[in-house]
């Protein structure tokens, strides 16, 4: 089953996501801080991080250098309400950059298009 990392400050979010994701038959990791990401990539190795750029306690942004400075080839998809961080050098980076939604499409095909390439590393054994 196909691990994805949900890092999202707002509970009502975190949860929304994380049942819409379950019902897509991904294994969701949910975790509603940013200073706890490495240390849980580390020990549940997802295939996929969604991350919010505004956390309550550390910029989005700094976790994904944390992250591409751990795994380089692990997929980020950030995943705001903010369009203006588009333009920020930091934000590209990122494999992905998705708009906060109330209709999950978007995100969740996001998800699937790393969760593929993934998959097709792994067959070709790379």
Do not use: H, R
């Not at 956390?55 to 976790?63: K, P």
């Not at 994904?64 to 203006?84: F, H, M, R």
């Not at 590209?92 to 499409?105: G, N």
């Amino acid at each position: 089953m196909n691990k994805i990392l949900v890092v999202e400050d707002e509970k009502n979010l975190l949860k929304l996501y994380t049942s819409e994701l379950e019902d897509e038959g991904y294994s969701v990791i949910p975790l509603n801080n940013g200073k706890d990401v490495l240390k849980n990539i580390k020990a549940s190795e997802p295939q996929v991080v969604v991350l919010d750029i505004l956390l309550d306690d550390i910029e989005g942004l700094e976790v994904l250098e944390q992250i591409k400075n751990y795994d380089l080839n692990l997929p980020v998809i950030l995943n705001t309400a903010y369009s203006t961080y588009k333009a920020n050098f930091s934000t590209w980076i990122a494999d992905e950059y998705v708009l906060k939604s109330p209709d999950l499409t978007e995100l969740k095909s996001a998800i699937k298009k790393y969760v593929n390439i993934n998959e097709s590393l792994q067959e070709q054994g790379c």
